[in-house]
């Protein structure tokens, strides 16, 4: 079995700061790649952040210069220190992990989100 968990999310003014964690855990023999996700009320999921296991990253257009990505590969643990955070940013926060498994299968597992809310 394999658990994948955010934690990290709350409420925080708008210029300040958070940072996500995302550890998988359970019968894991590598994980590949590792993804953050959100989805604001009414609108599609969409792609934040994405690390490869040798640290290739690439971010949205929307938080390019705000959002790192970052994982330890020995702890199977994401992260997401967001930066500079706007009212645009509310939403769920999801991780997506990528990863193999003991019994030798690749497959793709989500945590069941954080919510993050930017206000006054």
């Known amino acids: 079995q394999v658990q994948v968990v955010e934690s990290g999310g709350g409420l925080v003014q708008p210029g300040g700061s958070l940072r996500l964690s995302c550890a998988a855990s359970g019968s894991i023999f590598t994980v590949y790649t590792m993804g953050w996700y959100r989805q604001a009320p009414g609108k599609q999921r969409e792609l934040v952040a994405h690390?490869?296991?040798?640290?290739?990253?690439n971010y949205a257009d929307s938080v390019k210069g705000r959002f790192t990505i970052s994982r330890d590969n020995a702890k199977n643990t994401g992260y997401l220190q967001m930066n500079s955070l706007e009212p645009e940013d509310t939403a769920v926060y999801y991780c997506?992990?990528?990863?193999?498994?003991?019994?030798?299968?690749?497959?793709?597992?989500w945590g069941q989100g954080t919510q993050v809310t930017v206000a006054s």
């Open positions: 997506n992990a990528v990863l193999r498994v003991l019994a030798g299968t690749t497959a793709n597992y």
């Open positions: 690390i490869t296991r040798g640290g290739s990253t």
